[in-house]
């Protein structure tokens, strides 16, 4: 693999798939399996057997290799003048260096139009002549990825044998070699934000010129035209692709006993991308290049090359499977260590003109299988001259209604098909009939329990003023009663100037107030009460289920409860249980009566959400249990002051009262014969085996099921998911809330998002199809998990574990065709899963231990990552750092234009100039850091006469000049493009401790703080684990 090919044209890098490697264990064995060992647990894992004598071609992955580095790294430029740009840190290749790249032929697509003509039998599908390179094949089809020239290569005899794929399969051809050569400068450990380090990135090297699209994953379908066959079909329905063999691998051709010595570069076709690492002798160089590990600087970028395979499958952003390709048996799928399930966001938000299209079937009703009561969807075929309709999901023949009867044209489509969303749409929105109602939907009802204690009353949570209203005091707390049950709710438009003065004479009622306890159970326990009496008056309360009524409690709390049921113990200030057995009982609800509450706040289809203010221990843990079991949310507001956090509470709880919200809904997933989901994670109440009640749902939540398969072996082509949400929808009278659940007027609405995979019988087309940003999901919602029975540090381990089995395994497939040697290879597709498998291990819910993160703050952020959709967690694991003063010395227009404003930095200290003024954005919360040595004037201009004062006592707002105007205009842009949480600005300065560490240099992920590992000893770590024997 080191060899020199002196005739290979070189490529300068590429930036976007970024390898890296790891220094060369001891006593390697590319041959033979190795277990993962975290710790001193060692796997069990067995390798399985290569398959001797067809070879595969991977898909585009980088590796990283043990060949030692022959050159020394360049020094870093330095520079004084900020004027100045940094000069660029690439430089023309060396004739000779580690740097290679071997790629694969293009993967063929199952969905191209078939060969004219198959080869006869025993001849090799494209035979060059002799001395020819096999890459030049006359006017090859569709290609996928860029394919420069090979050089020649003897290939010596005829291939001896060929597998010959189905008709309609286009056959791959190797591409050339390329090398992507790039120096590495010296890794120094930085003292973080004290480095005076280069203030711009590395230019991207320009990429390759190529007339074929360069595709991620190695995966890519055709266009698709107007003879696809994906609309030769009724409803749109496409057939997938063959089961017999792997996608893209039923055409490769097997060279036996041909060709050059399989150690030769000429004779390796690889798609391989190798960065050669080590340590040189008497230096603590780790080996590795920072610079040259891959990011997600572009944020989460949804992978459409799937979507365009099956372009009727719903958006991704309603439904994302971890792998795109299903295993055929659960011998395959025994080998795909990471989650394999899927991630489903019914209600998010579409971008403007992308509206969920809204069907009424009137006196038909809804189009349903009767057998598996899957919806109509556009994989449904129709037959019998359009008379009968096969399901997709269980295959039953069923009958068309008469209504919705329309003739079949020539090519078997229906002749209405364009006036039919819902055989053509993967999401769509079916009105309910009648039937689906047990009762006229009611309006909702909102009720807000708010803490009145000293704390909550100095802290400024209910701070305001005008006149005093009528009060009520229930004094028995044993035995909870309502007074005037009829009374107590009102119409909001008929008494807003009555609630209006309620809330605003809050502080003067309770400003005299010094009881410091909370009878936070009771309260509860009054308020399910007077939400259930509304239309059960007359009914006893263990009835009250039968007439269920609908809305939102929503819990202002700020003491620990301390009176009544529910009373909560102060816990955790016992040191000697951290590090123990007993550690996660400190993470679980202390009282079992906030999940009974759940319970029968679910039955009557009432959700809560909780706001929680307090800088002392108000046990999070338990309070959360309701938000929780009721399709809730959590706010976590610590140490809350008004002046500070008023705006932060204001826009939030406007947020949670006039986002698009279904009410009393349930959710089903269901999926093909063989297949199940056996788990789910989030914040639901499960009502059966596979039926999620979800009292209220809205855009900003997420849910996550694992999936397993039921059979040996699967028979079938396609795997197809049918997610349906069936929701109350009803006007709310708030002037604030138009959205077109609110404005559906009583209607009760069935959501449904419908979408297929193929199944495959490869390993490597699972990794190849892998979806990071689902597996990250599930991975989160699986860790905070075994935070609740289990030691953070084993949660941590399972995590890693997980990960190094699945390179492991991924490493496996090609050991035997390739001279791997001490390399780390790994699928295109999952190039950041160390990365965000790095930050979730120290992210609030699971870093460190007892003096990480207060226990409250610690189950706060757990319960807000398992609701969270996949872009929103990927963001809140790998933040946003970008730098501002560039763009405030700019011109207008530069600064109104958002896209100048989103060139991302890496997460780690050196990139913070302390020439500079950098923005940390992690969706929750802006924290803005001025360099020591930054432009006084740029300081003055934006913090006024406070530019010199300590900044944790300096709130930011607009001044009266420009730069503070485009300040304030750049903050807006960002929270507008992401409205689920209201990101408060923290002002930290260089140098300012403590406040600067725990604010943004502990959340740099790729630095070593605290213990944790920093990005590259991370790497480094899983490496040496993979290449461990078992």
Known sequence: MGTENPGRQQFPARPAATPFAAAPPQNMMPFSSSGPVVGSEASGFRPTPPAAPQPTVPSSMPVLGSEASGFRSLPPARFNDPSVPSPPTSNVPPPVGPFQRFPTPPFPSTAQAPLSRAPPMGQPLSQPPMGQPLAQPPAPPVSFRPQPQMPPVPMGSPPQSVNYASPNVNFPYPASDSTFPAPRPNFQPSFPGYVQMQSNADSP????????????????????????????????????????????????????????????????????????????????????????????????????????????????????????????????????????????????EAPDGEEVPVVNFASSGIIRCRRCRTYVNPFVTFTDAGRKWRCNICSLLNDVPGEYFAHLDATGRRIDLDQRPELTKGSVEFVAPTEYMMRPPMPPVYFFLIDVSVSAVRSGMIESSLTQPQMMVVSDLDDIFVPLPDDLLVNLSESKSVVETFLDSLPSMFQDNLNVESAFGPALKAAYMVMVCMLTETLPIDKLYLEPTWGEMLIFQNTLPSLGVGRLKLRGDDLRVYGTDKEHILRLPEDPFYKQMAAELTKVQIAVNVYAFSDKYTDIASLGTLAKYTGGQVYYYPSFQSATHGDKLRKELTRDLTRETAWEAVMRIRCGKGVRFTSYHGNFMLRSTDLMALPAVDCDKAYAAQLS????????????????????????DVPVTINRYTASCGERRIRVHTAAAPVVADLGEMYRQADSGAIVSLFSRLAIEKTLSHKLEEARNSLQ???????????????????????????????????????????????????????????????????????????????SLIRLDEHLLKGSDLVDNFKNLEKRLPLAAENLDSRGLYLYDDGFRFIIWFGRVLSPDVAMNLLGADFAAELSKVNLYEHDNEMSRKLMRILEKFRENDQSYYQLCHLVRQGEQPREGFLLLSNLVEDQMGGANGYVDWILQIHRQVQQNP
């Open 205 to 348: 090297a320009p990429p390759i010129q190529s007339t074929f699209p360069a595709q991620q994953g190695g995966y890519a379908p055709p266009p698709v035209s107007s003879s696809s066959p994906f609309l030769a079909h009724q409803g749109g329905y496409f057939p997938p692709p063959p089961v017999a063999a792997p996608m893209g691998m039923q055409s490769q051709m097997q060279h036996l006993g041909s060709g050059p010595p399989i150690g030769s570069i000429q004779g390796l076709i690889e798609d391989f991308s190798s960065l050669s690492i080590g340590s040189v002798p008497g230096s603590i160089d780790p080996g590795i290049d920072p610079k040259a590990l891959p990011r997600p600087l572009e944020g989460d970028v949804e992978r459409k090359l799937f979507a365009e395979m099956y372009p009727l499958n719903c958006d991704p952003r309603y439904l994302r499977l971890t792998t795109s390709a299903i295993p055929n048996s659960q011998s395959l799928a025994s080998r795909w260590h990471l989650p394999l399930g899927a991630v489903v966001c019914p209600l998010a």
């Open 709 to 732: 398969l039921e059979e040996t072996l699967l028979t079938t082509q396609t795997v197809y998911f049918q997610v349906a949400l069936l929701t109350c929808s009803k006007v709310v």
């Open 801 to 879: 574990l997980r990960i190094v089995k699945a390179l492991k395994e991924y490493r496996n497939l090609y050991a035997v065709q390739h001279r791997l040697g001490g390399r780390m290879i790994y699928p295109e597709s999952l190039m950041f899963l160390p990365l965000y498998g790095l930050a979730l291990c120290r992210s609030t819910p699971l870093r460190g231990g007892y003096a990480d993160a207060p226990l409250d703050e610690r189950c706060s952020a757990g319960y807000t990552m398992m609701a969270l959709p996949v872009k929103k967690l990927l963001k809140l694991l790998y933040p």
